[in-house]
């Protein structure tokens, strides 16, 4: 796979999962590459072994003086911030400095790219946009931010009729010339601020996202986002909105089309198209919006109506997010292991209409539980605590629902299971880290899988 940068001096700076992916793709393409990375050789494990075999040089800790200026091209993983002073000296020694997603669309520049970005939902809305396009019949590429690096697809540059893609803001930072065919801001709220000075600039950095846009290309917008609107502003092509409401904030572009919530599924307004939403990996307000924005990118990218119903039909969800485990005698189980802060919970509560019981603790954040409570009023017949922060849960719910505390996620699944009454759903919604338990969230909602197929 030869291209302009066989022969050229390149550095990947960032041995994650995407520097591994541009690594990759750099040897293919016949470029000289040096590895960089904060970690010692015995951090980097396989890594370090696989890079040293393929003859790429190897740096770890700090860089050293004048390294990145001797490059002609410096690939950065989203991790690394751009603003770090020896990236920015080497820019102005004349160093080229791209994102990993900007290496690899050059290889995939001919493929058309569905770029998926905002705070919350990016990873869903990408997986069901996929599900939407397969569905439609293509050879279809879905990553990115989530799942595997684009640097991946670019293995097989003629592998893919789409590419739907999540990004993050890091990554898109990185972009010079990438160009989406397709580009949804999914919302906008306080995120990121240990990187970005403001919030203002954090909506920059999504807004890239519709930078290189041109003719035949579309973008879409939370119509109800106030910040997301504004940022329509930075796209110069056809520009679409989706609502729960029908409500569009003022102060964006004019809208070419609209999607909007209705009784059951929503309506593409434009096309005069209604879709039904009875798939419960796609319950709660927050998946009806995602729901709309992967529809209005499948349909605008050429995806039949019928593609698209039987997509939304289809989509079986993504782990650890609402996920439905079983349903025994009438009670249906839930994971949602993925929520491990207080706002994630609250979205969770707000999917279902009552009759929860909600498995809830774990290393807490700090945040306060008392929205938690709030939401849960009418709602919440029951909480199981478990892990480190699992007696502030039942103080905040003291009065407020009966608490059971079981200390263990199998002492909570066995207790939820004498508790439940058919109609009941059992819900693990956390709104705690994990570590204090398990290796991670989806060690724990593993776990919790494994202990609900048991019963």
């Known amino acids: 796979m030869p291209s302009s940068l066989s022969g050229q001096k390149v550095l990947v700076f960032g041995l994650a999962k995407s520097g591994v992916a541009a690594l990759r793709l750099l040897l293919a393409q016949g470029a000289q590459v040096t590895a960089l990375d904060a970690r010692d050789e015995a951090a980097l494990g396989d890594v370090a072994r696989e890079l040293k075999s393929q003859g790429v040089k190897l740096v770890t800790g700090a860089t050293p003086p004048g390294l990145l200026e001797e490059q002609e091209l410096v690939v950065v993983s989203p991790g690394v911030p751009l603003a770090l002073p020896e990236l920015q000296a080497a820019r102005k020694e004349g160093v080229r400095i791209w994102g990993e997603i900007e290496l690899a669309w050059r290889a995939l520049s001919h493929v058309p790219l569905i770029g998926i970005t905002g705070t919350n939902g990016k990873s869903t809305t990408t997986a069901l946009a996929g599900e939407l396009f397969k569905k439609g019949g293509g050879r279809t590429f879905v990553g990115g931010n989530l799942g595997l690096p684009l640097a991946e697809a670019a293995l097989k540059p003629n ?12 990554q898109l930072e990185g972009i010079h010339q990438l160009r989406a065919k397709g580009a949804v801001i999914l919302n906008l ?8 000075p403001s919030h203002e600039a954090y909506g920059e950095a999504k807004a890239r996202i519709f930078l290189n846009q041109g003719p035949g290309d579309f973008a879409v917008v939370n119509a109800e986002d ?17 609502s729960l409401t029908g409500k569009v904030e003022p102060g964006g572009p004019k809208l070419t089309g609209l999607a909007v919530a209705r009784q059951g599924g929503f309506r593409l307004d434009f096309l005069g198209e209604d ?4 798939n419960r990996a796609l319950r709660g307000a927050h998946n009806a919006q995602n729901a709309m924005a992967a529809a209005l990118l499948a349909r605008l990218g050429g995806v039949p109506r019928e593609a698209v119903q039987a997509g939304l039909d289809s989509y079986p969800g993504l782990p650890h997010r609402l996920e439905s485990v079983r349903v025994l005698d009438g009670v249906e189980w839930v994971n949602d292991s993925k929520a491990t802060n207080v706002d994630s919970v609250l979205v969770a509560l707000r999917a279902f209409p009552g009759n929860l019981l909600l ?7 700090g945040a306060p539980y008392q929205p938690m409570v709030d939401e849960s009023r009418g709602k ?4 199981l605590t478990i892990g480190q922060d699992a007696e502030k849960i039942a103080a905040a719910y003291q009065g407020q629902a009966p608490v059971h ?10 207790r939820a299971r004498e508790l439940a009454k058919s109609g009941d759903t059992v819900l693990l919604s956390p709104a705690c880290a994990s570590y204090d338990q398990f290796k991670n969230f989806e060690d724990r909602g593993d776990t919790f899988k494994r202990f609900v197929q048991a019963l």
Do not use: M, Q
Not at 159 to 170: K, N
Not at 275 to 278: K, S
Not at 380 to 383: N, P
Not at 405 to 414: N, W
């Open 226 to 242: 106030a910040h997301v609107v504004r940022l329509g502003n930075h796209a110069n092509v056809p520009v679409y909105g989706f």
């Open 405 to 414: 505390p079981c200390g263990t996620l199998e002492s909570a699944v066995r």
């Open 359 to 365: 498995i809830a603790g774990g290393k807490g954040k």
């Open 275 to 278: 879709y039904t939403l009875t």
């Open 380 to 383: 919440v017949k029951a909480v």
């Open 159 to 170: 592998g893919w009729d789409t590419l739907v893609v999540e990004l993050s803001s890091f």
């Open 189 to 196: 709220t306080p995120d990121h601020l240990d990187r970005y």
